[in-house]
């Protein structure tokens, strides 16, 4: 881009009220304005003059089922792939955006917006769209620039997040990390931390779904003594150690709604309150969050605020999982496998090359924690200097007790809903209906196994949690 030019944002909507608002809402940013009033004024703006941004809403007639506006996200992709398109849609039609946002498109807001929450949205979107300084980067020259340790692999897609993190990490910027349970959200969360200017100061990280309603207040702000019954002196709360650091919530998509009112307050104000106290306290942290769960369907359905959605989503961040981007399993596998051996002492164990071959076409459905556990166990059983593909397969026979052909879980054609499903049935017939050893296995807390269960309709606890 021409660096003595403004950048030029492209607004699109037939309602010239809205073009006029957000006009004018750009060109205080200092971004120049240009509008359409539908899809093919649009297009042939775009064929006269590049863009940076562009700002489209999703229907021209009186017609609301947005196929106009997917239609207008595709030709522009087409036309000009490079910028990014934010789609404005009613709060009615979140569901729909979401469906532009698989299709392409890099966020969306709803109509009516609040003036600063966009120019923010849109700063940080182009700044992300911003070409990288190494261009189509390998790993080796990502690595160069950054500090991506622990982050093992070379797959494209991959590249990719670690591509945006490098774009985003100098910022303030709330990130929003999606991907299956078990992909790294984790590890991205640490890379974002790491490479940030807040370095220096604590990485605070939060399991969402751990946390009770009754505790949050407390667990979060923390409390000055005498607050409550066994409040004996003062105690420090989440958000106070994370003081000018990162604050990682971990399932976010499992807080309850009143619970995020409350951490709304905290991220529109950057001030909180501990329990008991007579005066707010500063909040300087950057908030990075993750999920499972697509957050926007929840807001569709109601179960998350939107206004909380918007806080936390200004960068999203979509981790692939690890069966769509197989190339990296074999990385993954040597790099696990010594990392295994050195925990127990062991000595270097390498991967027979039909191993790597067959761990690389399991489905995964746990994805890099599966991997992991695999491996370990493996390793743990066989003790061989070299495993091989028996060893893994007399492995998996052991754990589920010699009927590998009736017990191991088969994943295809299944939606990921039901692979969720599975894995928990599966656990809890591996581990006799213990709750605390199913969540164990599966990574999760055991509030957010119950939610699971009940979402799942897998009934109430069974009489075997009360097992030690």
């Known amino acids: 881009m021409d660096s003595t030019r403004k950048q030029r944002i492209l607004i699109v909507d037939d309602d010239s009220a809205v073009q006029v ?12 304005a240009l509008c359409a009033d539908g899809p093919r004024q649009a297009l042939a703006l775009l064929e006269q003059q590049p863009v940076d941004l562009v700002l489209q809403d999703m229907n ?23 910028p990014p398109v934010l789609l404005m849609t009613a709060w009615g039609s979140i ?12 966020n969306f807001f709803t109509k009516p917006w609040d003036n600063t929450q966009l120019a923010e949205l849109i700063r940080t979107t182009l700044e992300a769209a911003a070409p990288a300084p190494a261009g189509n980067a390998s790993r080796q020259a990502l690595d160069a620039q950054f500090d991506f340790s622990g982050i093992v692999g070379e797959h494209p897609r991959l590249l990719k997040v670690l591509t945006t993190i490098g774009q985003v990490a100098n910022t303030r910027a709330p990130v929003l990390i999606l991907g299956e ?45 005498g607050a409550f019954t066994d409040a004996r002196s003062d105690r420090k709360g989440h958000i106070a150690s994370a003081h000018e ?45 993750a999920t499972n769960r697509e957050l926007a369907e929840l807001v569709a359905s109601g179960e998350f605020r939107e206004d909380l959605f918007y806080r936390l989503n200004l960068i999203t961040i979509r981790l692939p999982p690890l069966r769509e981007r197989r190339s990296d399993i074999p990385l993954l596998a040597r790099h696990i496998i010594g990392e295994v051996a050195a925990s127990y002492g062991l000595p270097t164990t390498t991967l027979a090359p039909q191993a790597l071959e067959w761990l690389s076409a399991q489905p995964w459905p746990g994805n890099i924690r599966q991997l992991k556990q695999t491996l370990e166990r493996t390793l743990l059983l066989v003790g061989s200097s070299e495993l091989r593909q028996a060893d893994f397969v007399a492995a998996e026979q052991h754990e589920h007790g ?43 807390s055991r509030t957010a196994l119950y939610r699971r269960l009940e979402r799942h309709g897998l009934g109430s606890v069974p009489d075997s949690e009360a097992l030690p």
């Open 21 to 32: 608002s957000l006009a004018l809402v750009l060109k205080q940013q200092g971004y120049e």
């Open 60 to 82: 021209f007639s009186l017609q609301t089922s947005g196929e106009e506006g997917l239609q207008l996200l595709a030709d522009i992709r087409a036309m000009q792939p490079a």
């Open 95 to 106: 569901a729909l955006a979401v469906r532009g946002m698989q299709a392409g498109a890099a």
């Open 181 to 225: 349970s078990g992909c790294g959200k984790e590890l991205i969360a640490d890379a974002i931390h790491r490479n940030s200017p807040r370095t220096g100061k604590p990485i605070t990280k939060i399991n969402m779904g751990a946390i009770t309603p009754t505790l949050f207040e407390s667990e979060m702000f923390g409390h000055v003594r």
């Open 245 to 289: 650091g990162t604050l990682f919530l971990d399932e976010i998509g499992e807080l309850n709604r009143s619970d995020q009112v409350k951490l709304l307050r905290v991220l529109q104000d950057q001030t909180y309150q501990p329990v008991g106290a007579s005066r707010s306290e500063k909040a300087d942290v950057r908030i990075v969050s």
């Open 402 to 444: 010699g009927a590998l052909g009736t017990q191991r879980l088969g994943v295809d054609g299944m939606t990921l809903e039901q692979v969720e499903r599975h894995m928990i049935v599966h656990a809890l017939e591996q581990h006799h209906g213990n709750i605390s050893r199913v969540a164990k296995a599966l990574g999760l």
